[in-house]
């Protein structure tokens, strides 16, 4: 039980580690393309494609989406009520992992305000929980049958140690000063 509660305590904390390795590097994202121009960006689809996993929306400060390189901006709804969204422009950044309305995908999304007041927002697909700990399941089962193995071996060495000498004992009750034991 211990080494089942070890083993997904540690995949909680890993989980958590890979969720905030996404964030910054969508952080990241949002400064490299805050530098560059990104007008000439979204005219160039090739400088980032749907096929490069990221997903980069420009919502005016109203919630207008200007520009997405996966949907179409026509057919999008108002933005201002995301909370990514909704955050940055409160605070100048903010970041969300929430269901895409617009793709229908679980998505981890990070949106800064930018100095012309509207809004970058950069997305990537996310992995839950459960797809986390089932892509990780060969590895879990291989550390389990390892640690019983080992923990199977050492408990009955150690077993064998204890017992040994009562056994001697047992063996020649008339003779029991003569039997090495332990001090307990």
Known sequence: MSIFAT??????????LFQQEIFDD??????????ADLKNIVKNETFIS?????RITVVSEDGTVLYDNIAEEAQMENH??????????RTGKGQNIR???TLSESMYYYAVKMDGGN?????????????????????????LLILLLVCSTLSRA???????????????????????????
């Not at 969508?26 to 530098?35: F, H, W």
């Open 80 to 89: 201002a009520e995301r909370c990514e969204i909704a955050e940055a422009i």
């Open 158 to 184: 150690l077993a064998k140690s204890i017992v040994e000498p009562i056994e001697k004992m047992a063996e020649d009750m008339d003779h029991m000063d003569q039997v090495e034991g332990y001090p307990e």
């Open 99 to 101: 269901k895409s309305e």
């Open 26 to 35: 969508l952080r990241a994202y949002t400064v490299i393309l805050q530098e």
């Open 119 to 143: 809004i970058l927002r950069v997305a990537k697909k996310s992995s839950s929980a459960f797809h986390f700990i089932i892509s990780s399941l060969p590895v879990i089962i291989l550390v």
């Open 50 to 54: 749907e096929a490069d996993g990221l």
């Open 7 to 16: 083993l997904f305590a540690l995949i909680g904390v890993f989980y958590n």
